[in-house]
């Protein structure tokens, strides 16, 4: 079969242009520790996280799983006295292929939500492959979920009403967190909002194909990301879901969801089809497939109008979970 690629929206198409001398779609694993390097932790550090002092920022280390080194939870709570718990709370999973990134990186998106609806944002920090393969990880944010649930009053936060939430690997990692605490009689979620989430290290969908080459994160990115949590195991018939939710076989007695990805994206595939098993299991799921969309359009083009609509469609799931 022949595998064209959907068009991308020509007002995203333009920011691809602008970006691609920064952003090659083809990342390898020679080019982690380059791609580290580069120029977008620092500018991370001089993010307002306090929202021009609508939050209270505080950098907590908390325990991490038994017998591996403690992890870093960036709280952001609202300062103001009528915003006094207890708060809904958004857990926030970083993206980042599952070899880059901090709690810093995409939490903008949760901070704007959280001004919107009075919440609390915990970001959880959690170690990266290839050096941590899995499942450091994972268990790194359930660790960071069973620290917030039980000392949720302390930080404003209700226990009752944690969200889940990343985009990316985050994505796939907070996927990954609703079934492992569902399996674990952990603390309970009441939603996901899994944003263009990495859900499947298989890497043979039709959009994994027809994208090779194209947007931001591609088909070689990507088998460069699984490779690295998963070594040898990526592909093979012995991956467990709480490394790639696609493998998942129960997809039951899951907290409800929210699912977004591009029309014109590596991940778009696997995102449908994990929303449709959802509902096959008797489950809630919201699915939007943003026409033209690359991987991650709106954090790279907040103002186009198709990044507006899906920053819209994100923060009313939200409004609509807890009211």
Request: charged share 20%; glycine share 12%; with cysteine.
């Amino acid at each position: 079969m022949s595998h064209v690629p959907p068009p991308f929206d020509p007002e995203l198409a333009a920011t691809l242009e602008l970006i691609k001398e920064v952003i090659s779609p083809g990342l390898t694993m020679d080019d982690i520790d380059v791609v580290r390097q580069g120029p977008g932790i620092e500018m991370l550090a001089e993010l307002d996280l306090t929202v021009g002092g609508f939050f209270e920022i505080e950098d907590r280390t908390v325990a991490g799983p038994e017998g591996a080194p403690d992890i870093s939870l960036l709280i952001a709570r609202p300062a103001g006295p009528e915003t006094q718990g207890p708060l809904p709370v958004v857990y926030h999973v970083h993206g980042g292929g599952m070899i880059l990134g901090n709690n810093r990186v995409g939490v903008d998106g949760p901070l704007a939500w959280a001004k919107e609806l009075g919440a609390v944002v915990v970001s959880v920090e959690y170690r990266l492959a290839p050096e941590q393969p899995y499942p450091a990880g994972i268990e790194d944010v359930y660790a960071g979920l069973v620290w917030t649930a039980e000392h949720a009053k302390e930080i404003g936060g209700d226990p009752e009403r944690i969200v889940l939430a990343g985009a990316s690997a985050g994505g796939g990692l907070s996927a990954a967190l609703a079934l492992l605490t569902r399996d674990r009689g952990g603390p309970r979620p009441i939603g996901q909002l899994l944003m263009c989430p990495m859900l499947d290290d298989r890497n043979e969908s039709v959009s994994c194909h027809q994208m090779a080459g194209l947007g931001v994160w591609d088909r070689t990115a990507n088998e460069t990301g699984w490779t690295a949590l998963l070594g040898e195991a990526r592909g093979g018939p012995d991956v467990p879901a709480y490394a790639a939710p696609a493998r998942a076989e129960d997809l039951s007695g899951l907290p409800p969801a929210f699912l977004d990805v591009g029309s014109a994206e590596t991940f778009r595939d696997e995102v449908v089809a994990y929303a449709s098993r959802i509902w096959q299991a008797g489950g809630v799921a919201e699915l939007h497939v943003w026409p033209g969309g690359f991987h991650g359009f709106d954090g790279f083009a907040p103002q186009a109008a198709l990044s507006q609509a899906a920053r819209t469609a994100q923060l009313e799931w939200l409004r609509r979970l807890l009211a």
